[in-house]
Nanobody, 127 residues
């Protein structure tokens, strides 16, 4: 069992940057693939970015490529989502999710592939 905690959300103007962080309560994220998802009212949940447990593979949604970067810190204490050039359409509740890492070394952006979820952090982008 792993309890995920997100932080770093907020309200900013379009074009600004924000950094979200995902950590585990009482333990590290070592051995877990981590993904970020987002959902806004009336829309389906969208996979945003994912990184494998070894950090070898990263995947991004087309909507955020070139603007968002996912990374693991050296001690696996957190997985960070750096978001730049934010747009109003990035407004959503952002969740991090985890699953036990595999040797397949894939980082799917499919919610059903992940077993553990945080409570989410709100990101609001004003135009």
């Amino acid at each position: 069992q792993i309890q995920l905690v997100e932080s770093g959300g907020g309200s900013v103007q379009a074009g600004a940057s924000l950094t979200l962080s995902c950590a585990a309560s009482g333990r590290t994220l070592g051995g877990y693939d981590i993904a970020w998802f987002r959902q806004s009212p009336g829309k389906e949940r969208e996979g945003v970015a994912a990184v494998t447990w070894r950090g070898h593979t990263k995947e991004y949604a087309d909507s955020v490529k070139g603007r968002f970067t996912i990374s693991r810190d050296s001690g696996n204490k957190a997985v960070v989502l750096q978001m730049t050039d934010l747009k109003p359409e990035d407004t959503a509740l952002y969740y991090c999710a985890a699953r036990g890492g595999t040797f397949a070394d894939d980082a799917p952006l499919v919610g059903e592939k992940y077993y553990y979820w945080g409570q989410g952090t709100q990101v609001t982008i004003a135009s």
